[in-house]
């Protein structure tokens, strides 16, 4: 009869570190490849990403998301790399002069929504804006029917709205 051989657990090899026989001029361009290869990771990394981004309409969640990276790691990189920062801003810019675009696009197509927005965020100096206000800078006093008194500086449109509630309750 024939008896199974028992598994025995091989022992693990302790691994020599090659750095420990190079000499040292060796082992300092061993370690500038290393980094170089480093670099070029992250290099090819941030073209992703900037490829991404665009892709996405620079929404940072979803083009993180996509990557599988986070947050901190682009927040890491425009902080450490001015060149990266420029290129995502450049990417932003680029997405605005789309959509300003695509915007005159509709208003040359007689779109009233879009010609109502573009004049409620591009012509708010002229009046078109959602609320049209005006500050007096003289003190301003309203006296109640009880005596009181209320002093400051009121929108001129607060004092019709006070002046009209208060002679409809004459």
Known sequence: MIKPKKNKPKKAKKKRR????????????AQENAKESKI??????????????????CLLSVTCRALNMSRETYYAWINKDPNFLKRCQEIQVALKDFGESKLISL???????????????KNRDRGYGDQVSEQTSEPIVIIHKDGDSTIGNLRKESISSAESDYQGRE
Do not use: G, R, W
Not at 18 to 29: G, W, Y
Not at 47 to 54: G, I, P, S
């Open 40 to 57: 070029s990771k992250t290099s090819k990394s941030k073209e992703e990403f900037l490829a991404v981004f665009e892709q996405k309409m």
């Open 107 to 121: 208003m040359n197509a007689d779109n009233a929504n879009a010609i109502i927005h573009f004049n409620k965020t």
């Open 18 to 29: 090659k750095s420990a026989f190079l000499d040292p001029e060796t082992q300092k361009k």
